[in-house]
């Protein structure tokens, strides 16, 4: 009895945090039934996103047209038309198809997400906009054609990959691929996004070829995720210095200029739980 109270006291809270709260309300109630809520249609004016239990979807349709837009302009800063965006951890696909929009039909997206539900929703996403966008169900990894497993969580933008299938509920079994199998026949990457909940140091090892096309990095880094914590984070420190890269911090809430920042040593890398990171090759 008292646990349906508590979720919806703490609906109502959650709701009071968003820009549109009643929306937001409404959002988190309808999205129950996703063959309804999928008939909302959000427009982001450059690209559209259906109503689905993604988190990601329901604080769109609550917060309105901010949401997420320092990340955008971000994306924004770097990526012209005819570039190639590659996208690993592309949840529902939102940054993938503003990143379209911005490449446009000279450019190239890669959009790879591992968790099977919400590779259901990213393709939905795409075939709603008639985005010519490439979307792959595998777990970015440090090699290919092996098999690894994700959680499955109701809240999808923090599913992350386990040991095996008895480490999380509900863990899917995913096949793995490298970015440079992947991606082998790109010559020049312009921006590689990496948002993988700690997963980051294993798909990069599996991207040494990939790493010399790649000009800049926009990376998620959870040192506290991360498989063997400290270590894999000064892991990837160690390599985007070998490969030539500077890096930054992004400091998403107080809307700082990454440009206006002074690099990353490495005594600052890993030191908070997660690292917002852009990273731009020196040559």
Known sequence: MLAPIRKLYSLIADAKKAKHPLRYFFARIIVKNERLSRNIIINRNSYLIRLSQSNIAVNFFGNGQKERLEEENI????LRSGDTYVDVGANIGTLSLFSKSLVGSLGRVYAI??????????KDNIELNNADIKIY?????SDSNNQAYITNMSADDC????????????SQAIKTITLDKLLEKESSI???????????????????DTLKKVKNIYLEHHTDMA???????LGIYAMLKRYDF????????????????????????GRLNCDYLITVKNN
Do not use: H, W
């Open 137 to 141: 169900n595998f777990i970015v990894s």
């Open 190 to 208: 312009r921006l590689l996004k990496i948002d993988i909940e700690g997963y980051e140091y294993e798909a990069l090892l599996g991207a040494q």
């Open 75 to 78: 994306i924004r800063q770097i």
């Open 227 to 233: 498989r063997n914590g400290m270590e894999d984070t």
């Open 113 to 122: 997400e591992a968790n099977k539900t919400t590779f259901f929703r990213l």
């Open 159 to 170: 599913n992350y990959v386990v040991e095996d299938d008895s480490s999380a509920q509900n």
């Open 246 to 269: 500077q890096i930054f911090p992004i400091d998403l809430l107080n809307k700082v200029d990454y440009r206006r920042t002074n690099e990353v040593e490495k005594s600052q890398f």
